[in-house]
């Protein structure tokens, strides 16, 4: 008999991936968890620690070797907003917003001499980064933003607002999308820009560890070396990055339910009932083992499509289902720990309830669960018609 052939790591599929998450997982430990409750009550980003992420060589984490980045792919940015969101997904959202929504859409849309000008500080994390679509009267409707951009001397004016945006509080530079001639045109928008404010923080329920508040335009001036690629191509832009941001936001759901799970099963080892630890009794191991069931099946799956997601690589329905069945992972999971926790789960002793609070907006960002639905509805029936 010959022995079988190795199989290639899922999650770790080359030796720099392994590096990668073992670097991620420490620093987590060693310097995010600590902090996590802080910044959480406070509601603000702990900047400093933010910036050890470009240290770290992690807020370039996609962008080529060549361009300052780490030259990584799409399992790295999985791996990393995995290991961190253990610890602090707000702190993690933050990240992606940065890294994600700002660095690797932008590289992708930039010419060399706009990379010269903001990968330097946006990979150290000298600039904050963020992204603005979301609108007050358009979230999932993309095409109906209101947001408008007008020809002016020699450069562009923009008007309009766009809200709950992540990292507004204390980014220096937002790629925007706005209307040119009806068409969705991309621009980069510096804090600097004459016309351009933003609003005060707006308050949330979970994922506190990082920013939200609105960026405003009134007769904003964006200079011409500021729009991003052509007039007109904002939406190929903005698909494009959908689906890492996608995998992403399902990675740091999956973080949040494997650590959910280590917790509940080493409180359950531990606190007794009856005489005895209640992980004797079955309703707990039934929160235990669905717990971690539902987790590993949600990581495999984010796991297998990001091999599949890349610059040039579209694979739109790999990433509306990973984060349609992540996303509610992490918070079912979250619920069980605090189930199996009771009183202590509930209270901030405990990183449960924090968790639980974090992980409900993984169902409304980055896409509903509601429009990953359609995507794949639509998605499918076009592929069944198209082999009929």
């Not at 994600?100 to 001499?113: T, W």
């Not at 220096?172 to 001639?181: E, G, N, R």
């Not at 404010?197 to 007769?219: C, P, Q, W, Y």
């Amino acid at each position: 008999m010959t022995a079988p052939e190795a199989y290639e790591d899922l999650f770790d599929p080359t030796e720099e991936h392994r590096m990668l998450r073992q670097m991620v997982a420490e620093f987590a430990r060693r310097e995010v968890a600590p902090q996590a409750a802080e910044f959480d009550e406070k509601g603000v980003l702990n900047v400093p620690l933010f910036r050890k992420l470009g240290e770290l060589g992690l807020l370039g984490i996609t962008v080529p070797e060549a361009d300052g980045g780490a030259g990584m792919d799409t399992t790295a940015a999985v791996i990393v907003h995995h290991e961190l969101a253990k610890y602090d997904p707000g702190f993690t959202l933050a990240y992606l917003a940065h890294s994600m929504l700002f660095v690797n859409n932008f590289y992708h849309c930039s010419n060399p001499e706009q990379r010269a000008k903001y990968l330097p500080k946006v990979i150290s994390g000298e600039w904050i980064g963020g992204m603005g679509m979301t609108e007050p009267g358009a979230g999932t409707d993309v095409l109906g933003m209101t947001t408008t951009a007008v020809r002016a001397d020699g450069g562009y004016v923009l008007n309009g607002t766009k809200t709950y945006i992540t990292n507004a509080c204390e980014g220096h530079c937002f790629l925007v999308y706005a209307k040119l001639d009806g068409r969705i045109t991309a621009f980069v928008v510096d804090r600097d820009c004459p016309g351009f404010s933003t609003s005060n923080h707006i308050d949330k329920l979970g994922m506190r560890g990082s920013t939200m508040a609105e960026l405003v335009f009134e007769d904003c001036k964006v200079p011409k070396e500021n729009l991003l690629g052509e007039e007109g191509e904002g939406l190929v832009h903005m698909m494009r990055n959908l689906e890492i941001e996608r995998l992403t936001l399902a990675a740091m759901s999956v973080g949040i339910a494997e650590r959910c799970v280590e917790i509940m099963v080493d409180y359950a080892a531990e606190r007794h009932a009856f005489g005895q630890p209640i992980n004797r009794f079955g309703q707990i191991q039934r929160y235990i083992g669905e717990g971690f069931a539902k987790t590993e099946a949600a990581k495999c799956l984010v796991y297998a499509v990001a091999r599949a997601v890349g610059p040039n690589m579209r694979n739109r329905i790999g990433s509306d289902a990973a984060k349609l069945f992540a996303a509610p992972v992490g918070k079912e999971v979250a619920d069980f720990a605090m189930q199996v926790m009771g009183g202590a789960g509930y209270c901030k002793e405990y990183p449960v309830e924090r968790l639980w609070r974090d992980a409900k907006l993984l169902e409304i960002g980055g896409g509903t669960l509601e429009a990953h639905q359609k995507n794949l509805t639509k998605d499918l029936t076009r592929l069944r018609t198209k082999g009929a």
